[in-house]
C-alpha cells in the first residue's frame, strides 16, 4: 500500500525535521500526525519504515475515538447504574446468537448507530480479554494450583 498522500501543514513557529531527509519539515502524516516531512516525495521515500508506526499510532487514535463516543453513549442513556449494566450483561451472555444493533438499540432507547457503536466497542473489550486470559496462561498464571 502506499502513504497517506496528503500532508498537514504546520501551523506552529517550532521547527521540524523532515523524518526522510533531515531538512525543515513544515507538513505532518496526515495520518497520525507523529511525523513530519519537508515533501510528499520525502514521506513516499519514508513510507516502508513509518508504515508499521503509522497503523499502530492511527489504531490508537481510533481506539481512543471509539471509546469517547462509547463513554458518552454509556453517559448520555444512563448505562452505567448496576441495574442497566446487569441488563446489558444478561443480554450479551443470554445464550442467544448475538443481539442486534437494532434490538438494543430498541431496548435501550437509542439509535442503531449508537448502538452499534455501543456493542462494537464491547467486542473490543471481550477480545482484549480474551487475549489477556491467553496471555496469562502462556505465561503460566492461572494453572491450577497443586496443594502440598
Not at 457503536?117 to 487475549?131: I, Y
Request: aromatic share 8%; charged share 30%; glycine share 4%.
Amino acid at each position: 500500500s502506499t502513504a497517506p498522500m496528503s500532508l498537514s501543514a504546520n501551523s506552529s513557529s517550532t521547527k521540524k525535521t523532515c523524518q526522510a531527509c533531515g531538512k525543515d519539515a513544515s507538513k505532518k502524516c496526515s495520518r497520525c500526525s507523529t511525523v513530519w516531512y519537508c515533501s510528499p516525495e520525502c514521506q513516499r521515500q519514508d513510507w516502508k519504515s513509518h508504515k508499521p508506526v503509522c497503523n499502530s499510532e492511527y489504531q490508537m487514535q481510533q481506539y481512543e475515538l471509539h471509546k469517547k463516543a462509547f463513554d458518552a453513549i454509556t453517559e448520555k442513556y444512563n448505562l452505567k447504574t448496576e441495574e442497566k449494566s446487569t441488563e446489558i450483561a444478561e443480554l450479551l451472555t443470554s445464550g442467544t446468537d448475538n443481539v442486534t444493533a437494532k434490538e438494543f438499540a430498541e431496548r435501550f432507547g437509542m439509535d442503531v448507530q449508537e448502538a452499534v457503536v455501543f456493542l462494537e466497542w464491547v467486542k473490543v473489550g471481550v477480545k482484549f480479554k480474551e487475549q489477556s486470559i491467553d496471555a496469562a496462561k502462556k505465561a503460566g498464571f492461572g494453572a491450577q494450583q497443586t496443594s502440598r
